[in-house]
């Protein structure tokens, strides 16, 4: 077993092989489905919220005229590109900006890596394998093949709803730090 860390919370992995054939207890999501979907389905809302976010701020960043622009830039852009394209722009007008340079490349980088970090979470918490949550809370987020033996094995992580209440409190003061700093930049 190893542990990812964040800056906030530590997600523990563990891997499982395959044996044979495939098969979950549904009893454990049977008793714990009421508390994981409310917690699940809030996530995902905030983020989607969080994302809405950065589409505006992108588009704020392409023309503070309109957002037509801006949209017709994104529209087709996966989130991470979305992310990478928020930090070259505001990088830019950053190393315009007279005053704390320093200070805001910094809060830009921070903002950056947070929105990777809630996105990479995102991404395993709509694509689990829901029903496979074992009684210890870990669920298979992705499938292996093991690189000593050939044999398939299955990614687990520990994704509880006290992470993803943790969570959606960093999405909440992440998307006030975007706003934030994007209404700030030329100051």
Not at 58 to 66: G, K, V, Y
Not at 76 to 86: A, G, N, P, R, V
Not at 93 to 114: D, H, M, P, S, Y
């Amino acid at each position: 077993m190893s542990k990812l860390q964040n800056k906030q919370k530590i997600i523990e992995v563990k891997y499982e092989e395959l044996e044979q054939y495939d098969s979950w207890d549904d009893e454990v999501m049977d008793k714990k489905e009421e508390r994981y979907a409310f917690c699940i389905g809030s996530f995902l809302i905030r983020f989607s919220n969080l994302e809405h976010s950065l589409d505006i701020e992108l588009a704020n960043l392409i023309n503070d005229r309109s957002h037509d622009d801006g949209y017709i830039i994104i529209k087709d852009l996966e989130l991470f590109e979305k992310i990478e394209l928020y930090y070259n722009l505001a990088f830019v007008r950053v190393n315009l900006a007279e005053k704390r340079k320093a200070l805001k490349l910094k809060q830009l980088g921070t903002i950056r890596k947070q929105l990777e970090e809630l996105a990479r979470l995102r991404n395993k918490i709509a694509h689990a394998k829901w029903n496979t949550l074992d009684k210890d809370d870990f669920v298979r987020v992705d499938t292996k093949t093991n690189k000593e033996n050939g044999l398939i094995k299955f990614r687990k992580f520990k994704i509880t709803p006290t992470i993803m209440k943790q969570s959606m409190l960093d999405i909440a003061n992440l998307d006030e730090k975007l706003s934030a700093f994007t209404d700030n930049i030329w100051q």
